[in-house]
Each structure stands twice: as C-alpha cells, then as structure tokens.
C-alpha cells in the first residue's frame, strides 16, 4: 500500500464531474483515436459569378430611305395641288367666259384628279414610315419585357446563390479530428508540460479507450488525475495505483540473477554516468549474492534486509528466517571481504532500495498491465531521492515486462509521462522492446535538449511539439520540422534627388557706321532763240553710331523621386521558432509520415472542442490514417 495521500481513489475523481463534465466525458469516449482537432478557415462567401444585366436599346431600322420617299412625296403633292387649282382656276375662267358649265365640270375632274394623285402618293410614303416606326416601338417594348424578366431572374439567382453561400459559410466545419499515421507505433511529445499534457492525455486516451485499446501510464508528474476523472465517467474500466505498490508483484517473476540486474539497473540510474560504469558490476554481483541465497520469491523488504546482513547491521526481527541469515552471514567474507568499497556500495543499496520498502504490507499479486481499460501509476513522493529510484525501478519493469513473451491486452498503449529523467539509453531499450512487443509507445517530454533531442525522429516515431520556451529547443524544433523555399521581401531602397540650375548673361554690342555720296550731273539745249548749258555737283557723307546692351538670368530645379524593392528567394525554417514559444498551452503540431509523405500541421487537443459548434466527425479529406 503506498503512503497516505500517493493514492487516490477512482470516486474521488468521478465525484469531481459535474453534469456538463460528464455530458463532456461521454462525448469525447468516441472512436477512432484523435490527438486533438485540426482546424480549418472557411473560405469566405464567394461573389455570385453571372455578370449584372444591362438594358441595350434595340437598333432602330433605317429610315433613310423611306423619309426620302416620303420627302419627295410631299413635295410632288405640292405640285400637283398647286398644279390642279391652277386648272381649277382656268376651268373657272373658260367655263365663265364661255357660259359652259361642261367645261367647267371637265376642268374641275381634272384638278380634283390631279389632287387625289399627289394626295395617294403622300399617304402612301407616309403610311410606310409609320408602319417601320410602329414596327420598331413594337420590337423595343418585346425587348424591354424579355430585359425585366431576365433581371427579375438574375435577381433571384444573385440572391439564392448568395443565401447558398451563407448558409455554406455558417455551416461548415472549422475542427477537423486530427489522427496520426497508421505506421506511427511510437509517439514523442516535446514540450507542454502542466496544462498542455492534461489536455492531450485526455483527448487522446479517452478516445483510445473507446476504440478498444488498454492504457498503462506511468505517471511521473501527476498529470494524468484529468484523464482517469473522464476514462471513468466515460464508463472506462480505471485503476489507479502507487508505482512501488506493483514492484513486488512484479519481481517476483524474475530469476535472482535478473532481479539482480534491474534492481542494480534502478538504483546506478540516479548516480552519474562515470559513477554509475564504475559500480555496475559490483552493484550487480552484491545484490545477486543477496537473492540467490534467500528462499522463495524474494521482495524488496527482504532484499534490503539481505543487504543489511551482508554489512553486519542487520535486525534479529527483521523478515528473514534464521536459515536465510545464517547464509548470507557466512558469505560475508566471500562476497565482501576486507573490501572498503565493497561496504560502501552495500551502504548505499540499502539505503536507496530501502526508500521503497513500506512499513504496511503491498499486494504481492499486482500487475503491471490491466486486463482492460486504464492504468495509471505514480510515483509521488515527499522525498525527491525515493521518487527517482521509483521512477527508474518501474520503468525498468517495465522494459523487463516487455521482453518477455506473455499475452498483454488487446491493443496496449504505454503512456510514459516525464521521460527526461530516465536517459536516453533506458528510452531507447524501451522503444525497441515496446516495437518488438506490438505495444504502442508514447513518450512525454518536458524539454528537448540533451539526450531527448538525440531522439527526435528516430525510427517511424510520429513527433508532437507543444509550447518550448527555451530558444534553444524552439530553434531544434523549427528545424526538425524543416525548412522551405519562399519568396521573400530582401531590400526596399529609396533615392531622392534635386538638382538646381542657375545661370546668367551679359551681351554688349558697339557699331558706327560711315557712308559717303558723291554725284554729278550736266545737261543743255537749244531753243529758237539759241542754246543754254547747265552743270551740277552733289556731295553727302553720313555717320552712325550704335550701342546695344542685354542682360539675362535663369534657374530651374529638377526633383527626381525612385522606390525599388528586391524580392529573393530564400531558404527558411517553414516555422519560425517563435511560433513554438508562442503557442497557447493545448496547442501543439504535429510531424509524422503518412500515405501521401512527410506532413507537419497544427492541432488544438482541449477537450473542451469536442462541443465546439461547428465540428466535423471525420478527418479532414487527404488527412485520413
């Protein structure tokens, strides 16, 4: 039985549930086994496609031609109107001059005959205008009825299309069940931690449970308290239990030699590694010379007691009979000898295996795995050094139990909770025994540094990342998760430029211009009273002076503005490390390999969304296991 307050009781946990928690327990209790949700945005409302109707007014017909005819109908019945009452009126003139009424009458006949002519042809003309106009009104007033029908039905389109799409909007999924790949038979979770874990054990082992599968956690942050409350409101057969409770029942099945070996195995996992290669064998070889020499299935009290006689402190009440002292006694000097180290190590084997020895007596009939259902083991502990030991004793029965050839329940599930602590050596005979064994084999680890970064991808291992805080682990993950080419923006420049000119001119100019004339004329005649002669002399000179004088100035400013951007294509992590330190506490994305290759998406695993309004029962198409 393990001390007071390490183990708690199925009702205590069931008693917790209210109504809306059990509504809850029994919701998620559905098949198949999902980590969490995926979700998906809703494209938003697409815009009805078919163009808007738009009015065209039918062509008219050309008129042209009948507007001429009727033109020139017109103006021939001008004619023949003025034509005839001129003959009406010489008719008028003869008949009364002549005192005929007869041909007056014939006058008459003819002007009236020559009226109904340019009137027939007029009409005529004009009747075939009417009937094209009329023709065309008739047409545009068909059209406009076809035109008002087909916008009433457009209308009716535009509005049931985006009804459909409303309502297409509202009712779609947005959480999609998130399943790992089939080929996935162990699972690491990095990260999270607290809340985080809760939620994830929860989702994923309550729907484990309902599809059949038995869970045995081994529980190493008392995390796993939300999970048993719901497997078991659910209807999930739950057995809680203390780690070291099991341990009896549990080594009772091994030979001396190794129970030697495991119980050497759990302690030395405490020590350093220098310390722990250094006393391997020793440790082994003490605690074998213990268990070979005490009758019947040993167990712990016994064993601890064996290692107190060895060191000569042993109690005359203690748990052994006389015969079991009497032969440990007399292999004192055989097994330790005069040896100072020898001594020490059986110091500290009692001292470290007797943290887990319990004043009351433990059901030495415990199993490790349930017949069905959900086992969950702790370890807690008001000592540090007592719940270590504990831990790598049970996981080290673990991969013990694993090795051996027994019939286990349908579809197990290990579920280690805190893996940091056990090394990457005990992880890995771990993995290979649960793979051998056909159990599948979660592994939950706080950080990922260390030992747990050496494990992230090995064998079909699907990963899980949830939030990590360190820089350090949120850069490992970002790189496990990969790296992608993009396009991205690498340079924005921007150059600004004015240029000003200035300028100035000074033009002078000087001239003087001479000029000189000279001239000379002479001339004479002769009359009747003789003749006379005249001679003439002309002289001009002239000068000018000139002076012109200019001065001129300019300016301009020139302004040059030049935006340019660089666009390269880059090597990137396709999730930057901040995303893992930003992630809210249930979050988390998932890496594994399935059907169609290599995949990394983002889940959500809060119970709470299996209630969300808008979820989807099946996994998101191309997502399937």
């Known amino acids: 039985m393990a001390p007071a307050g390490t183990a708690r009781s199925l009702d205590s ?13 029994r919701q998620l209790a559905g098949a198949p086994e999902r980590w969490g949700w995926q979700f998906v945005e809703t494209p938003p409302p697409q815009p009805y496609g078919e163009a808007e109707p738009r009015w065209y007014q039918p062509w008219p017909p050309d008129l042209r031609g009948l507007v001429h005819r009727r033109q020139q109908a017109e103006r021939r019945l001008t004619k023949f109107v003025l034509f005839g009452a001129g003959v009406f ?17 014939v006058f008459l006949l003819v002007a009236a005959g020559l009226t109904a002519i340019g009137i027939g042809g007029y009409r005529g003309a004009a009747h075939a205008v009417t009937n094209a106009e009329q023709t065309h009104a008739a047409q545009v007033a068909e059209a406009g009825a076809a035109f008002r029908q087909y916008e009433a039905d457009y209308y009716a389109r535009q509005a049931a299309w985006e009804a459909a799409e409303a309502q297409r909007v509202a009712s779609a999924r947005q959480h999609f069940p998130l399943l790992l790949s089939r080929s996935a038979t162990r699972v690491d979770v990095y ?6 874990w809760e939620c994830l054990l929860t989702t994923m082992g309550c729907t484990a449970l309902a599809e059949g599968s038995t ?17 078991g409101a659910a209807g999930s057969a739950v057995r809680l239990g203390h780690g070291p409770d099991v341990v009896d029942g549990l080594i009772a099945r091994l030979a001396p030699q190794e129970l030697a070996e495991v119980l050497a195995e759990a302690v030395l996992a405490v020590r350093s590694r220098s310390e722990a290669q250094a006393s391997r064998a020793l440790d082994v070889d003490l605690l074998h010379a213990v268990t070979r020499r005490l009758d019947g299935q040993p167990d712990l009290r016994r064993i601890v007691a064996g290692l107190d006689v060895l060191r000569s402190a042993h109690d005359d009440d203690g748990p052994l009979s006389p015969e079991e002292v009497g032969r440990l006694a007399g292999a004192v000097d055989v097994v330790v000898g005069q040896s100072e180290r020898a001594r020490e190590e059986l110091r ?10 319990d004043d009351e007596p433990v059901d030495a009939g415990a199993t490790l795995w349930p017949t069905g259902g959900l086992s969950v083991l702790t370890t807690e502990s008001d000592s540090d050094w007592r719940r270590a030991i504990a831990e790598r004793l049970l996981v080290q029965l673990v991969i013990d139990d694993l090795g051996r050839s027994e019939r286990r329940p349908p579809h197990p599930v290990l579920v280690v909770v805190g893996a940091d602590d056990i090394g990457r050596d005990r992880v890995e005979n771990l993995a290979r025994r649960a793979a051998r064994a056909g159990v599948r084999l979660v592994l939950l680890f706080e950080n990922l540094r260390d030992d747990a970064r050496d494990l992230v991808g090995r064998a079909d291992a699907a990963t899980i990342f949830m939030r990590l805080g360190n820089p350090q682990d949120a850069e490992a993950a970002a790189s496990f998760v990969g790296r992608q080419h993009r396009y991205v923006l690498g340079q924005i420049s921007r150059s600004v430029g004015t240029t000003t000119t200035r300028g100035t001119s000074h033009t002078s100019t000087n001239g003087v211009t001479e000029a000189q004339s000279y001239g000379q004329n002479s001339g004479g005649g002769f009359g009747a009273g003789g003749g006379h002669s005249n001679h003439g002399t002309s002289y001009g000179e002239s000068v000018s002076i000139s002076s012109s004088e200019s001065v001129g100035s300019s300016f301009s400013t020139a302004r040059a503005e030049t935006d340019g951007t660089v666009i390269q294509r880059s090597y990137d992590f396709a999730l930057e490390p901040t995303a893992f330190q930003e992630l809210s506490p249930s979050c988390f994305v998932l890496v594994d390999v399935g059907p169609t290759g290599r995949r990394a998406v983002a889940g959500d695993c809060n119970p709470a969304l299996v209630q969300a309004p808008r979820l989807s029962a099946h996994p998101l198409a191309g997502s399937e296991r």
Do not use: P
């Open 13 to 25: 946990y069931s008693a917790a549930l209210d109504v809306r928690e059990r509504t809850l327990a």
């Open 215 to 231: 869970v045995l956690c081994l529980d190493f942050r008392e995390i796993a308290g939300s999970l048993a409350r719901y497997a």
């Open 191 to 196: 990260g999270g931690a607290g809340r985080g």
């Open 348 to 357: 500290h084997l009692s001292l470290e295996l007797g943290l887990l020895v």
């Open 89 to 105: 009126v010489l008719g008028l003139l003869i008949g009364a001059s002549a005192s005929s009424v007869v041909t007056f009458l």
